[in-house]
């Protein structure tokens, strides 16, 4: 349905677009083809600025209803303020303690209540280190319509750092492959500082003590500088961090390499050994090797430096 101009009548928006579409007109033409009625709905065009002159035409609409549109952005900052104070509202009386800037979350079952809180509220984007141990707090082999709704309209952009050491346990494997699964981009890391949530760059969930004493209480922070701070942490770490899978738009189009030897090549000339690769991939390190032979002979090379030199010259934009 096209948008209508506000408190004008379907007669008079009909005449008013009949002018736009034809040119200038008069009175006697357009009342017979509109009827008397016309005299009426012109005055009221005339009288809001949208027609003029002798014989008749239409203003042009962008001069015409400027003044509209200034009111209605005035009014939609009107709103966006009221609901910017309904959500201080809202937050001042969600938090646990009552304004803290952090609040400590001493046991397991609060830990896990925050947890799907961030990650079920979040709208924007979900920020995520994990690290060794990996700590389970939601299954993620999930079935049914609730697993499947997540996955598919879970609104939030979702960027996750896995530390290689997590990978010792299957739970770390299977939550890797769900994150994969709701569309995440996964990034891996030598060592990590700490384990982080963070949700719509608001509210946060870290542990309370160095990693040595990771398994005590954790924090959930709440919004303000130390949000602000566990942001710039993450966004350090992600640019160190090795992709999981090869981004196409930092290939040059006529690299004609497949996506398998992307991911490989991008972990190569990120720093990643060939075990680490293997980790990756979930392939045996002699795959790899395999795939290295393959790429050097397209790059005509014999050497893994001579493979990244031509990499860096050709392929990699």
């Known amino acids: ?8 009548s379907l ?24 009827g008397d009625q016309v005299h009426d709905d012109l005055y009221e065009l005339t009288v809001r ?5 002798n014989p008749l035409m239409a203003r042009r609409p962008s001069i015409a209803m400027n003044g509209v549109l200034t009111a209605q952005e ?20 969600h938090q646990p303690d009552g304004g803290d800037a952090i609040t400590v979350l001493p046991s397991r079952e ?13 709208e924007a984007e979900i920020m995520q280190l994990v690290t060794h141990p990996f700590l389970e707090l939601k299954s993620p082999e999930r079935t049914g319509e609730t697993a499947s709704a997540d996955l598919v309209n879970h609104p939030a952009k979702c960027r996750v750092i896995f530390e290689w050491k997590a990978f010792q346990r299957q739970s770390a494997i299977n939550g890797l492959y769900h994150s994969l699964d709701r569309g995440c981009e996964i990034r891996l890391a030598d ?24 398994r005590g209480p954790m924090l959930l922070v709440h919004p303000g500088t130390l949000v602000d701070f566990l942001v710039h942490v993450f966004e350090a770490e992600w640019e160190r961090a090795l992709p999981l ?3 196409p738009g930092q290939f040059t189009s006529s690299s004609g390499l497949d996506a398998d030897e992307m991911a490989v090549l991008e972990m190569l000339v990120g720093g990643a050994p060939v075990e680490r690769i293997a980790s990756a991939l979930k392939v045996h390190p002699r795959t790899v090797n395999r795939r290295l ?6 790059a005509g090379a014999t050497t893994l430096f001579q493979l990244g030199a031509y990499a860096s010259r050709y392929w990699l934009n």
């Open 1 to 8: 349905m096209p948008h209508r101009i506000a408190s004008l």
């Open 191 to 214: 060592r990590l500082p700490h384990k982080l949530l963070i949700g719509d760059r608001r509210m946060a969930l870290t542990p309370r003590y160095p990693r040595d004493r990771e």
């Open 74 to 93: 005035a009014e939609l900052r009107r709103v966006q303020s009221y609901v910017e104070e309904l959500d201080r509202v809202y937050d001042n009386a």
């Open 245 to 247: 899978q090869p981004d």
């Open 110 to 122: 609060q830990v896990q209540h925050w947890y799907e809180t961030l990650n079920a509220t979040a």
């Open 11 to 34: 007669e008079q928006e009909r005449l008013y677009r009949h002018l736009l579409a034809t040119g200038p007109a008069s009175i006697g033409e357009l009342a017979e083809q509109f």
């Open 293 to 298: 032979e393959g790429i050097k002979r397209k």
């Open 49 to 53: 600025g949208l027609v003029h002159g």
